[in-house]
């Protein structure tokens, strides 16, 4: 029997071929109607029916070597279907295909199909598929808690909650904990409490009442450090101590629920912020396909989609920094300030809620909207100025989700680069001493994961939340704040724990992820934050152009059109069903990723390509 067995799902047997063999024919079968038209599908059983509504395009013999084969040309309802399938996750409706069979021939039918692709590229259903999509290619997790639930520290604002009906200021807001008596309009010494009106930046145009702690406008307050009170600056320390919520309480977090912190943790709720930072790098890759962005804004780009509580982290980190004017700043929460900003299909603009275009400078200005900074510790003195914005890389859910740089240089290597991190086998490595990007067999995989995970170095956490506040996360280095004394390195208290415990065993001078010498981490403890790639060294073949940070990191996976590569690839995969084999298809690829350029790097063009090409209207 001819081993390559290619025929309808629907079609009907023929008798087998007589064979040498006694053993009974009935497994046969089964195989025969599993196969498809391909002869290597697995598509389920389809219900009977005609040739063309099984998919298949019975041709006419030829003189050809395949002369009485069947052909693996899908007909048009199974074109439709596919096409649905790719674009929108789900099957025609009844309408449509009874609406395509009207339209006349197979001719009128197929270009039914091309029309049908135009109306759902446009369609926000096409958004929502490539959200999906994003999803799970990138895969990023929640940002992990801090401490017990439902603490995850992202927020830096301490939450307040609405005095309870039946006090005397019962409908005003407060600290979730600490002010016992200011529902009762009373500081603990029986004085009256402060109490202040203002409008609020989670409900713009309307006013509330802030009591107790939360309503303090003092510039100044105080705050325990190890058993002593401090006074401390309320405008960079934030809701610590005695300080109040700040202008239009920025600096508070409104919780509506029972217990404080669980709407903004919990990952069913879509609205939550935990949820929304790890859908953030997802949804601003939809944004890019909805509104014919190139890709590479993914991560070389100095914006980003966010709705209101998500940006309101971004604001709080600038905050943390001593970016102090952004107190005052309405533009990220008064929707008259945003109603001109692209957003996604399913929000309108000025929508608080809709995932709108934001310039991530501007809401943390130590994300640097310069696209050559270059700042080398070793020889340059000072505070760094902050490292480049670079789309998803600098993105709060990216670089919370992976707490350690080789992680995020990892991560960023395996999915926007499509780099395999595999072990090695049967080889022989020098014995490890300290570095594993060149010592030991982990230097296999480390010797092209430190050149990325250099670049990803100076974002830290520190310490855990307490109702929304608390964590710390650092930017070493960086601006007037995060600076330490020089005996940090040492790791006596009070820098015993993380991040300078990480940061004093791994940031090892004369290491492939550390390259400075002792003599000048001695001179500057800072200079263990370098973090691009030295002249010296290479990352998938490339030399730095000395940008700092992780958009060091994207410069260099584009020149190396390894970043072109992977998006074609997994589009590919998301419309025609496979991945593009890079050793045995590079033709092929490099075939793909050219039209994919041609076309300006956007991702609607090069799907409808991919849905008229010849491999997608063909069963194999």
């Given at each position: 029997m001819n081993p390559r067995i290619s025929m309808c799902l629907d079609a009907r047997l023929e008798p087998p071929a007589p064979v040498r063999s006694p053993s009974p024919l009935w497994w046969v079968l089964p195989l025969v109607v599993w196969v498809g038209c391909s002869g290597e599908g697995n598509s389920p059983v389809e219900p009977p029916g005609d040739s063309q509504d099984a998919g298949c395009v019975e041709p006419p013999p030829t003189n050809t070597p395949d002369a009485g084969e069947r052909s693996d040309v899908l007909a048009p309802s199974r074109l439709l279907r596919r096409a649905s399938l790719a674009l929108r996750g789900i099957p025609p409706t009844d309408a449509e295909y009874a609406e395509q069979e009207a339209a006349g021939d197979a001719a009128a039918q197929r270009a039914f199909v091309d029309a049908f692709v135009d109306r759902t590229l446009k369609q926000p259903v096409f958004y929502q598929t490539m959200f999906e999509h994003a999803r799970d290619w990138f895969n990023i997790p929640l940002v992990p808690r801090t401490a017990d639930e439902p603490e995850y520290g992202l927020l830096q604002q301490r939450s307040i909650q609405r005095c309870p009906a039946g006090t005397a200021k019962a409908g005003a807001w407060k600290y979730f904990r600490g002010d016992a008596t200011a529902c009762d309009g009373l500081k603990a010494d029986g004085s009256p409490a402060e109490e202040r009106n203002l409008e609020p930046w989670w409900?713009?145009?309307?006013?509330?009442?802030?009591?107790?702690?939360?309503?303090?406008?003092?510039?100044?307050?105080?705050?325990?450090?190890?058993?002593?009170?401090?006074?401390?600056?309320?405008?960079?320390?934030?809701?610590?101590?005695?300080?109040?919520?700040?202008?239009?309480?920025?600096?508070?977090?409104?919780?509506?629920?029972?217990?404080?912190?669980?709407?903004?943790?919990?990952?069913?709720?879509?609205?939550?912020?935990?949820?929304?930072?790890?859908?953030?790098?997802?949804?601003?890759?939809?944004?890019?396909?909805?509104?014919?962005?190139?890709?590479?804004?993914?991560?070389?780009?100095?914006?980003?989609?966010?709705?209101?509580?998500?940006?309101?982290?971004?604001?709080?980190?600038?905050?943390?920094?001593?970016?102090?004017?952004?107190?005052?700043?309405?533009?990220?929460?008064?929707?008259?300030?945003?109603?001109?900003?692209?957003?996604?299909p399913e929000h309108s603009p000025g929508d608080p809620l809709a995932w709108r275009e934001y310039p991530v400078p501007a809401r943390n200005p130590f994300f640097l909207a310069e696209r050559d900074y270059r700042f080398d510790p070793r020889t340059q003195t000072g505070a760094s100025k902050g490292i480049p914005a670079a789309g998803m890389l600098t993105s709060l859910g990216?670089?919370?989700?992976?707490?350690?740089?080789?992680?995020?240089?990892?991560?960023?290597?395996?999915?926007?680069?499509?780099?395999?991190?595999?072990?090695?086998?049967?080889?022989?490595?020098?014995?490890?001493?300290?570095?594993?990007?060149?010592?030991?067999?982990?230097?296999h995989c480390h010797r092209r994961l430190d050149p990325a995970a250099i670049h990803f170095k100076r974002y830290a956490k520190q310490g855990s939340a307490s109702e929304g506040y608390g964590a710390q996360y650092f930017m070493p280095g960086v601006g007037t704040v995060w600076h330490w004394p020089a005996r940090w390195r040492t790791g006596e208290y009070p820098y015993g724990g993380d991040p300078f415990s990480h940061w004093n065993r791994w940031y090892a001078p004369d290491t492939l992820l550390t390259p400075v010498t002792e003599a000048q981490a001695q001179t500057n403890p800072e200079a263990l934050f370098v973090d691009f790639l030295p002249p010296e060294h290479t990352l998938l073949g490339q030399v730095s152009d000395g940008t700092v940070g992780p958009l060091g990191f994207a410069k260099l996976i584009v020149a190396a059109g390894a970043f072109d590569r992977c998006v074609v690839r997994h589009l590919h995969a998301q419309v025609l069903g496979r991945d593009i084999d890079p050793a045995k298809e590079a033709g092929y690829l490099d075939e793909q990723v050219a039209r994919y350029i041609a076309d300006g790097r956007k991702v609607r063009p090069y799907v409808k390509s991919l849905t008229r090409s010849d491999l997608f209207q063909r069963g194999r």
């Open positions: 409900a713009p145009g309307t006013t509330v009442t802030l009591v107790g702690g939360a309503a303090n406008a003092s510039a100044t307050g105080t705050t325990n450090v190890n058993g002593n009170p401090v006074t401390v600056n309320c405008a960079t320390a934030g809701p610590e101590g005695t300080c109040g919520c700040g202008p239009n309480a920025v600096r508070c977090h409104a919780d509506f629920q029972q217990y404080a912190g669980w709407e903004d943790y919990v990952a069913y709720n879509g609205e939550g912020q935990r949820r929304l930072a790890s859908e953030e790098p997802a949804r601003l890759y939809a944004h890019l396909a909805w509104h014919d962005r190139p890709m590479t804004d993914l991560i070389l780009g100095t914006y980003s989609v966010a709705p209101t509580r998500l940006q309101a982290a971004y604001v709080m980190q600038g905050i943390v920094g001593g970016a102090t004017g952004l107190l005052d700043d309405d533009s990220w929460w008064r929707p008259s300030r945003f109603s001109s900003a692209p957003v996604d990216f670089l919370n989700a992976y707490p350690r740089e080789r992680v995020r240089g990892a991560r960023a290597l395996e999915t926007l680069a499509c780099e395999v991190l595999a072990p090695p086998s049967g080889q022989t490595f020098n014995a490890y001493r300290r570095d594993p990007g060149t010592e030991g067999p982990c230097q």
